[in-house]
């Protein structure tokens, strides 16, 4: 036989050798015991090489890994998150801490002359907002406008749903400034309702008034939008309204009325008083125990999966 082809039994000398052992009984006892010994050679695994039976082992092992390293990379960054949302509660609460005492304190002041025009533009809400004010100005006979409120966050007479009454008035110097003159509780928006309580403010003569600087809010994404026919708005902003009502230029900041009220008290006027919700610590201890949980969870896992 040539080189290329050793090892290998040409199918003609197999086919003999069938033949003799057919005819042989100790020649086919002998090629029956061939058959056995290179199948029991084939089962047997050449040295150095790892067998069929130590492989899904490893390679358990090995998938194993990165799957554990994945699921820890994932709670370390989901707790650092939650822990994150915690520490921002507290900032929140000492934030809220320094704004009602500095509210308090506004409130509580005895109130001061109202700025002079000139010094309009460096007022700002941060400073001067809540700031108790007196001054004299006579109500314009202009359109009035209402605000809805579903409830007011510092007057505890007003915590229901109702209106305030918007009207401009105009100062001894010819400006014009904004006096929210008292809530009406008009929960219908009635129009009607409205002018029979700023009516009888309008007379015409000066009056001392004394309220509370407040400055414009902007409306947000869900505000529905103004009625103008019943000149209803849902946003305390003045500026916006002046506008719209024809009331010309008017001061930055508009006066929350705290007195004098009308004898039957329509509008209502009132003091403002401090009550802001403080649940900042609450929400910190949430976070903080989600935090906790999950690398409690995280823990109990991997000893499971080393236990298995």
């Known amino acids: 036989m040539r080189a290329d082809r050793r090892g290998q039994v040409p199918a003609a000398v197999l086919a003999a050798c069938r033949a003799v052992a057919a005819a042989d009984p100790r020649h086919h006892a002998l090629a029956t015991a061939r058959d056995e010994v290179a199948a029991d050679r084939a089962a047997i695994p050449p040295q150095g090489s790892a067998g069929p039976a130590g492989r899904p082992r490893e390679m358990n ?58 010094q309009w533009a460096a007022l700002n809400p941060a400073r001067d907002e ?20 579903s409830g007011s966050a510092v007057r505890k007479d007003a915590s229901g749903p109702g209106t305030w009454a918007f009207l401009p008035a105009r100062l001894p110097s010819g400006e014009m400034v904004v006096i929210d003159a008292g809530f009406v509780e008009n929960t219908m928006q009635d129009r ?25 809010e902007p409306p947000g994404w869900l505000t529905p939008a103004e009625s103008r026919d019943k000149r209803l708005w849902f946003v305390r902003d003045h500026v916006a309204i002046a506008s ?8 930055p900041f508009y006066i929350d009325l705290e007195q004098p009220a009308p004898a039957n008290g329509i509008p209502r006027p009132g003091p403002l008083d401090v009550h802001l919700k403080d649940d900042h610590l ?6 903080f125990a989600l935090a906790g949980a999950v690398l409690i969870a995280f823990g109990v896992w991997v000893r499971g999966r080393r236990s298995s």
Do not use: C
Request: no cysteine; net charge positive.
């Open 282 to 287: 609450q929400y910190a201890v949430t976070w």
């Open 61 to 118: 092992e090995t998938a194993r890994k990165p799957r554990v390293a994945g699921f820890a990379l994932f709670t370390l960054l989901l707790t650092a998150a939650f822990v994150a949302l915690g520490v921002w509660q507290l900032q929140r609460r000492t934030a809220k801490h320094e704004l009602i005492a500095a509210l308090t304190e506004r409130l509580a002041a005895a109130p001061i002359a109202l700025p002079p025009p000139a």
């Open 130 to 149: 809540f700031r108790r004010v007196s001054f004299t100005a006579t109500f314009a006979a202009s359109p009035d406008a209402m605000v809805y409120s």
């Open 244 to 251: 719209a009502l024809g009331w010309g230029t008017v001061a």
């Open 192 to 216: 009607s309702v409205e002018d029979r309580a700023v009516k009888k403010l309008v007379t015409g003569q000066p009056v001392a008034l004394t309220g509370y600087l407040r400055f414009p």
